[in-house]
């Protein structure tokens, strides 16, 4: 037995202190009164009964990764369905799934068969160690049971054998079952493409690559360089390690990328005969200009400063496009034009690598342009806030949302494609004010009304928006457009609004969409279109055409994480006025001078801007001179790096006297001078990258003479994809030299970033070809670690899995005690009251002489009523006492030995208190 709270005994010496004092009564009553206070101090300490036949957990661990055989799934099901079969009452059967993370495909269950695999995983790694982890983090502390993996044990990542030793010390045995590739007759694998970190233009250099081969062959290789092919031609490869020498020469700045690519006939592992190298070429900070307008303003103004600029259209920006950058300029550029993958990479350059970040305004930027709820948001100086002077006239919005099937599919954080379109829209009508409509409807073959229209003042259920899914086939968008104009007409809003979310990969049966179309543009209602998916997909052009006809807008989402952004910009630019249009003039604020000696009088008129608010704690240095006095130029420090906003758009319809404005250009240079910060001396610290298979090293060399940094300065690995980067201390490895080492999880470039201080060291970045689990090798390797698992974690190789949980220990179960012990304690109570007022003697009490002063106040006192006579004990009868003046207060007569009730001995005692 087992308590929850035994500290709850300790009450019973203060509660029995005071039954003691205050609740004692002889007989049975007492004896009861100790028991309930006993089983009410037990019941609240929590008694537990353990009882040791529970059953016991297996937790089936799949490896999902790029390594296996392509028949895993199918294996891994079967394998888990005899599992299923072996178990008794009380097991339960769990499932993890992982590739370059670890998922719960299943949780644990006594009840029902695994129904296959659901959850996405990232195949390019194979962490084997989170997901052992994870695994125990399914089995419950107090249950006991086995883990079973079902993997080649080709894993990457954390050495595995530090989580089994974790699963050992909870009494977890690990067992394995290894189902892997069959070993191919031939293997050509490029090891390594060394190249320098850095070189200078025009350095000439030299570097080579490394290609293993199991037997001779001829092959040919092709050697790559940014997509152009330096080398191609034929090459004899003899068994075992063959060195390629190779050399260039660079003639401009930035970071060049190298593919080196083998090609043999009768390959077994093509997924490794790619080798990746990069290579940074120095040169001074450049600044990357985003633009729709490659010969505006901006861009003349820039390139007369006698900065290198690099002017592109916008694009999915990469951190290995930003290497070598000092600051982005964004001028009027939309959020999608950047991708969900871009915004989270220019968060991180400015955030993590010390980048520097310039956005102008414009009818595509800012709050318009899609920035709200984006990762970007959070770095800008001004708020995209919205405010209710920003309302345009009252607002009726009927959406339509594709609840077709492949809105079911999983997103990799776990979410459906139809949660994340769900949070999008309820964020979105979460932008109406009470005088709005909205209504939705999920469509798939047939319309599905989740809330007609409906005003926002009585509150719109935008709870049962995520449950109104219904997985049928794909969207009939005639269908769905029909729905929408009998809902919208029932409106006589000033703007009615149409947003239809569709699958441009599964958009059918358009019908007479273009009449209902033509219908809705008489009534001057418009329709916009958010695209799940690609500008290329098939169905692209269909929704190009509803949005082109509905007079509205078009977007593509090519990631599903993007979904609740694009709505909120929909329903800004509906809903919302986040651009004023109207000329503007502007004044000098107290931050300007941080910019250097600008001028602050003779100021330009601008045509329009972003209405946006000033942060806390962000300077500005222009505001306007309307009654929004709204922010024009702002700017601040973010993380490690510099962001500035200029509201104003700088070349386009709203520009307005800016353009011929004399300033312009020694205020953009300064605007981007301020935002680069200022480069990293060249005698200060120097930070080095280097890979070995997987382990990438890094490393900080302090400068002779350096004093020690109050606190370890930190490396942060950056994924060239924008996935969130890895935070870890350096530790001492010399008396001038820290170090930090990294296991790479996966193919792909990586950027080391060391923070010292308030500098910020760009290491060189590295490249990972492919996955390490791909290196050459045998299934023999994967084999001796799946036993060594086992060994540590006290497991055995499982051929077959009968006895899986016939020798699993059992798990004790646990029977919770306090109810049954409360249930005694109501029947002690009642048992109690019955004895005390049915069968026990009423409690004597003596009552106390009542002074003479009290009794001469109170006047004369009616003597208590007695019978004539009373036979006593011996026989004699005994006279009544006669009147006599008032002596001293009597002793009050004892109660007859008849009277035994409770009421009638309450009574008796208020006739004492009042004398009556």
């Not at 209602?525 to 169905?539: E, K, N």
């Not at 019978?867 to 009597?890: F, H, I, L, N, R």
Request: proline share 9%; aromatic share 4%; net charge negative.
């Amino acid at each position: 037995m087992s308590f929850t709270l035994p500290q709850a005994w300790l009450l019973l010496l203060p509660l029995g202190l005071f039954l003691w004092r205050y609740g004692r009564r002889p007989g049975p009553p007492m004896v009861l009164r100790w028991g309930l206070l006993v089983l009410g101090v037990g019941a609240l300490a929590g008694p537990e009964l353990r009882l040791a036949n529970a059953g016991s957990d297996v937790a089936v661990v799949v490896d999902r990764s790029r390594s296996m055989p392509l028949d895993v799934d199918r294996v891994a099901q079967e394998l888990v369905s005899l599992v299923e079969s072996q178990r008794r009452p009380g097991d339960r059967v769990g499932v993890v799934t992982f590739g370059r993370e670890a998922r719960v495909e299943s949780p644990l269950s006594d009840v029902g068969h695994f129904g296959g695999f659901t959850r996405p995983v990232d195949a390019e790694a194979s962490d084997l160690s989170a997901a052992l982890d994870a695994a125990g983090a399914l089995i419950p502390p107090e249950r006991t049971g086995r883990v079973l993996v079902v993997s080649d044990g080709r894993a990457t990542g954390a050495d595995a054998r530090g989580a089994t030793r974790r699963l050992a010390a909870r009494g977890i045995a690990v067992d394995y079952r290894q189902v892997a590739r069959p070993e191919p007759a031939l293997d050509v694998a490029v090891v390594s493409l060394d190249v320098p970190a850095t070189v200078s233009v025009r350095e000439p250099f030299q570097f080579s690559a490394v290609v293993q081969a199991t037997s001779a062959i001829t092959g040919t290789v092709r050697l790559e360089r940014d997509g152009r092919v330096l080398v191609k031609g034929p090459f004899d490869f003899k068994p075992g390690p063959n060195l390629l020498p190779l050399r260039d020469l660079l003639e401009a700045p930035g970071l060049v990328h190298y593919r080196l690519t083998v090609e043999t006939a009768g390959d077994g592992v093509p997924e490794n005969d790619v080798g990746v190298g990069v290579l940074r070429v120095e040169g001074p900070p450049r600044v990357l200009l985003l633009t729709q307008q490659p010969t505006g303003t901006l861009a003349k103004a820039l390139a007369a400063t006698g900065m290198q600029v690099d002017v592109r259209a916008p694009f999915h920006v990469s951190l290995d496009a930003l290497d070598g950058v000092g600051v982005v300029v964004l001028e009027n550029v939309d959020a999608n034009a950047l991708g969900e993958t871009g915004l989270n990479v220019l968060a991180d350059y400015v955030d993590q690598a010390g980048g520097g970040l310039v956005m102008t305004g414009g009818r595509t930027s800012f709050g318009e342009g899609g920035y709200r709820r984006s990762p970007v948001e959070a770095l800008l100086p001004v708020s995209l806030e919205m405010r209710e002077e920003q309302r345009r006239a009252s607002v009726a919005m009927s959406v339509l949302m594709d609840s077709s099937c492949s809105m079911g599919v999983q997103v990799p954080d776990g979410r459906t494609k139809m949660e994340l379109a769900a949070e999008g829209v309820t964020a979105a009508l979460t932008l109406l004010n009470g005088n709005d409509e909205a209504s939705i409807h999920m469509v798939d073959t047939e319309p599905h009304e989740i809330f007609p229209l409906s005003p926002v003042s009585e509150g719109l259920p935008l709870k049962q928006v995520a449950s109104g899914f219904s997985g049928g086939g794909g969207i009939y968008v005639g269908v769905a457009l029909r729905a929408a104009r009998k809902e919208i007409l029932r409106s006589d809003k000033p703007t009615r609004h149409v947003v239809l979310f569709s699958d441009a990969a599964d958009s059918e049966e358009p019908g007479d969409y273009q009449a209902t179309l033509a219908a809705l543009r008489e009534a001057n209602v418009t329709v916009s279109v958010i695209g799940l998916g690609t500008p290329a997909d098939p169905d692209a052009e269909l929704l190009r055409e509803v949005a082109r006809r509905g007079n509205g807008r078009i977007y593509f989402a090519e990631d599903a994480m993007s979904l609740p952004r694009i709505f909120s910009q929909e329903t800004l630019a509906v809903a919302r006025a986040t651009f004023v249009d109207e000329p503007a003039s502007l004044e000098a604020a107290p931050d300007l001078p941080l910019l250097g000696p600008l001028p602050t009088q003779g100021l330009p008129q601008v045509g329009g801007y972003n209405l946006t608010y000033l942060k806390p704690r962000a300077n500005v240095a222009l505001r306007t001179l309307d009654t929004n006095a709204a922010p024009v130029l702002a700017l601040w420090p973010h993380g490690a790096g510099r962001v500035v906003a200029l509201t104003a758009e700088v070349d386009g319809k709203y520009t307005g006297e800016l353009r011929e404005w004399g300033a312009l250009r020694a205020t953009l240079e300064a605007v981007v001078r301020w935002s680069m910060g200022s480069a990293t001396p060249k005698e200060e610290a120097v930070v080095r990258s280097e890979r070995q298979g997987n382990l990438l090293r890094v490393t900080l060399d302090l400068p002779p003479g350096e004093p020690m940094p109050g606190a370890l300065p930190t490396a942060v690995l950056l994924s060239g994809d924008g996935r969130a980067g890895v935070e870890k201390p350096l530790h001492w490895e010399d008396e001038d030299r820290l170090v930090a080492e990294y296991p790479l999880s996966g193919s792909g470039t990586w950027h080391p970033v060391v923070k010292w201080g308030g500098r910020v060291l760009r290491a060189p970045p590295v490249a990972l070809p492919y996955a390490p689990e791909f290196e050459p090798g045998s299934a023999k390797e994967g084999l001796k670690l799946l036993r060594a698992l086992a060994v540590v974690g006290g497991g055995q190789e499982r051929l077959s899995m009968t006895g899986l949980f016939a020798e699993a220990p059992e798990s004790e179960g646990r029977v919770p005690l306090a109810p049954w012990l409360v249930a005694f304690a109501l029947a002690v109570l009642l048992s109690e009251v019955a004895v005390r007022r049915f069968l026990s003697a009423p409690r004597v009490r003596t009552a106390r002489a009542r002074p003479a002063k009290e009794s001469s106040a109170r006047g004369p006192v009616a003597a208590p009523r007695t019978e004539p006579s009373a036979t006593t004990a011996s026989g004699k009868k005994s006279q009544a006492p006669e009147e006599s003046p008032p002596p001293p207060a009597p002793e009050p007569p004892k109660p007859p030995a008849g009277v035994d009730s409770a009421l009638e001995a309450a009574r008796a005692r208020a006739r004492r208190r009042t004398g009556r």
